[in-house]
């Protein structure tokens, strides 16, 4: 399927722009993301080895196994291929809490080592399997309590209650949740997605079996806790520290906080986005020094996989940037808001958001460029606006998401999780324009 969107992006790419006089604007479009490509996997090196790093640690000590287990009846009826006890369900959790919590830098390589995990089981590499098509409908469709780019620029832009989009982004991104799934679900049935069910003639570079593969993962989660005063004097005092850290700054009292104007939840939220990557920072080092772990070692370990992941998905991003920035600079996106305005219309989507909603599955920038004028042009405290908001935080960049995780594992074959993927950003955009209507409604 990613093959003819690609080539389809690039061809259409060719004709508009040879049609519209903007050949040059589409090349300029490809070579900026080439480059953009190799910024973002540069950028993401240093955040990935950290973040892996930490995963190790979490692993080793144990930590990931017990969040499965804890999670374990609703990931079960998620992802029933995958035995409970492996550690992808772990790293699944982390994954989606993270972007729950708006935690970008974080999500993005938990999410890459879940997807290693589930390429750990899986029987036939180069093809997504139904957990990882799965996987990525959570993740281009999950439910996000903090959508912190969007109130970011309606703070910038002077709007009296910024926050006020968190409640309609966490209603627009269950109803894309549930759809993305609900499709993944439903596609997984069809005989053109399906996985063929004879089984593979083992070979020299492929492991003969599933369980081979499993054993070869699985890691030692029975290292004898070690309840040392210092150990769990440390824990008492972190996690005091934190509670109070929360409390002030739900409060308004810690420095800097200002005067609390937001209702009690909302500050709820922030303290909890705001402290929670201090917290696994200090946390996953501690748990596993409590469980006897090696902490500096592992972290070191898990550490060396970063700039190889990061390296890997390279000529995945450079391949999908490159296409969606040469369709985009011929003027693609333009003439499919002129053909789509009519039906938009009928499904009460305002043409004023159809920029937005046509380039959130290819590009987080040019979408935040478009909400960005939206909240110019109307206002930042205009219904349009806070529609806008909801919008960046219900949906996902698609394309970009389906080639870093899939391109981290080398899967080639993604079945259907880009339909998947779509529908959910469908969802979340129509989700977005009708929670806010109903929220937000006109007066006078």
């Known amino acids: 399927m990613l093959n003819w969107i690609w080539l389809g992006l690039l061809l259409l790419g060719v004709l508009i722009g040879g049609f519209t006089g903007r050949l040059q604007a589409a090349l300029d479009g490809a070579f900026s993301g080439a480059s953009k490509s190799t910024e973002l996997a540069i950028g993401l090196v240093g955040v990935m080895t950290l973040w892996l790093g930490l995963m190790r640690l979490a692993e080793v000590s144990g930590l990931v196994q017990a969040l499965a287990k804890v999670l374990r009846p609703i990931l079960t009826r998620l ?16 994954n989606l809490a993270a972007n729950a919590l ?10 890459l080592r879940a997807m290693k995990d589930l390429e750990s089981l899986n029987p036939r590499p180069g093809t997504a399997t139904d957990a990882m098509c799965t996987f990525l409908a959570l993740n281009t469709g999950s439910v996000q309590l903090l959508p912190i780019s969007a109130i970011a620029v309606l703070t910038a832009a002077g709007a009296r209650s910024p926050t006020s989009i968190i409640g309609t982004t966490l209603l627009a991104t269950a109803c894309s949740s549930l759809v993305g799934l609900f499709v993944i679900k439903a596609l997984a049935k069809l005989p053109v997605f399906r996985v063929s069910a004879l089984p593979l003639e083992p070979s020299p570079d492929q ?35 934190f509670c109070w850290f929360g409390w002030e700054l739900t409060t308004g009292r810690m420095a800097g906080a200002g005067v609390p104007t937001d209702p009690v939840w909302m500050r709820s939220l922030n303290a909890v986005s705001l402290l929670a990557v201090p917290f696994l920072l200090a946390f996953f080092p501690l748990f596993a020094a409590i469980r006897g772990v090696p902490v500096y070692e592992q972290f070191i370990e898990g550490a060396k996989e970063g700039f ?10 450079v391949a999908i940037l490159v296409a969606i920035g040469f369709f985009r600079g011929a003027g693609g996106i333009e003439i499919l808001g002129r053909a789509l305005a ?24 040019g979408t935040l460029a478009a909400f960005s ?10 219904l349009f606006a806070r529609m806008g908001g909801t919008l960046f935080g219900s949906t996902e960049t698609t394309f970009y998401v389906i080639a870093v995780y899939f391109g981290s594992v080398g899967v080639r074959r993604t079945r259907h999780a880009i339909w998947a993927g779509l529908a959910a950003d469908v969802a979340g955009a129509l989700a977005a324009v009708h929670v806010c209507r109903w929220m937000f409604p006109p007066t006078g």
């Open 342 to 365: 009519r039906p938009m219309a009928w499904v009460g989507f305002p043409t004023e958001l159809l920029p937005m909603a046509l380039l959130r599955p290819l590009t987080g920038s």
């Open 308 to 317: 190889q992941t990061a390296i890997r998905i390279i000529p995945y991003l």
């Open 79 to 94: 992802f029933p291929e995958v035995p409970a006890s492996h550690p992808a369900m772990g790293s699944i959790v982390l």
């Open 207 to 241: 492991p003969p079996s599933q369980e081979a593969k499993l054993t070869s993962v699985s890691l030692d989660t029975s290292l004898p806790l070690r309840p040392s005063s210092w150990a769990w004097g440390a824990s008492v005092i972190l996690g005091s520290c």
């Open 373 to 382: 004028e939206v909240v110019r042009v109307h206002g930042a405290d205009s």
């Open 102 to 111: 708006g935690l970008t830098n974080a999500a993005t390589p938990l999410g």
